[in-house]
């Protein structure tokens, strides 16, 4: 009998070992570098950023950037609440409902499951424009200035019932015809038996989700007043440090701002770490369970 290979040899040639994790090694360092430069320049001196560049470590180090970014903190973290709850909510929203359309647009005996699909693509090609949907938000549903438009609007996203339909469809179909000779009804099946079989796709749309409701200051924009959520707030700030450089150049109102320095080059990068961060913690804090759906997903199916 041949010697079994002891389960600490590797099954990769020297050189195949080079290689490959050579490729990761590079792989990783081009996702490290753009966020350790995006701190680099954040908290480097705006004049040293616009004369040299950024560099891997911070030029003339000051946080002057994330004054400007916090300059009024308890507004800072009302915004972040309000994003957070909008996020979560919305994302349990949105999954829920994504989820349960495609189930029922995946099963072949139901009778509509084409007419939907196409009344679905047809909103995706073709928009009713900004006017009859800010008419409809503030005249008709009376949704103008709360979180529900900002929960609702984005709820129903066609790519993820799309995604999640193409998984439930890849189901085999005698898994639900013996569940069905079991007794079992349609939400038990739905809730039961094929959604925990496609934990990848409930993953995936569900991380997609926290980023659109996280990353979306427009819909505030449109359609908000007094709520405003940390994507909107930060780019408020963006609007305020070119109206500071604007009363610096021309005077405002007769004031002297020539002895004001504004971090104008660095506050853009505070900014992209003080929204991107949450979701970097988020994502490491969740990570094992992101890999046990997937994991769980693989084996079931």
Not at 166 to 192: C, D, I, T
Request: a neutral charge; proline letters at 5%.
């Amino acid at each position: 009998m041949k010697n079994k290979p002891k389960a600490y040899e590797s099954i990769y040639t020297p050189f195949e070992s080079i290689v490959l994790f050579g490729t990761i090694i590079v792989f990783m360092l081009l996702v490290l570098i753009p966020f350790v430069t995006l701190i680099s320049g954040s908290l480097s001196n705006s004049d040293a950023i616009t004369d040299y560049g950024v560099r891997l470590w911070p030029r003339k180090f000051t946080l002057d950037a994330y004054r400007v970014v916090f300059m009024y903190p308890e507004e800072m973290l009302i915004s972040y609440g309000v994003s957070i709850l909008v996020t979560v909510v919305g994302t349990i929203i949105n999954v829920l409902l994504c989820s349960m359309v495609a189930f029922a647009l995946s099963r072949s005996y139901f009778r509509y499951r084409k007419a939907i699909t196409v009344y679905l693509m047809f909103t995706v090609m073709f928009n009713a424009g900004f006017i009859p949907q800010y008419i409809l938000y503030r005249n008709y549903l009376m949704l103008y200035d709360t979180y529900w438009v900002l929960i609702l609007s984005p709820a129903v996203m066609v790519g993820h019932i799309i995604m999640l339909r193409a998984f439930y469809s890849a189901l085999p179909e005698e898994l639900y015809e013996s569940v069905r000779l079991e007794g079992a009804n349609q939400f038990v099946v739905f809730s039961k038996i094929a959604t925990p079989l496609i934990l990848p796709g409930i993953a995936t749309i569900t991380f997609y989700s926290v980023l659109t409701y996280w990353n979306d200051p427009s819909t505030a924009m449109l359609y908000t007043e007094d709520i405003v959520p940390v994507a909107l707030y930060l780019t408020r700030i963006t609007n305020y440090i070119e109206f500071l450089k604007y009363a610096q150049e021309n005077g405002f109102a007769g004031l002297d701002m020539s002895d004001y320095k504004i971090p104008e080059a660095t506050v853009v990068y505070a900014i992209a770490l003080a929204t991107t961060a949450p979701m970097l913690c988020l994502f490491a804090a969740f990570q094992r369970y992101f890999v046990r759906g997937l994991t769980s997903g693989s084996v079931k199916g």
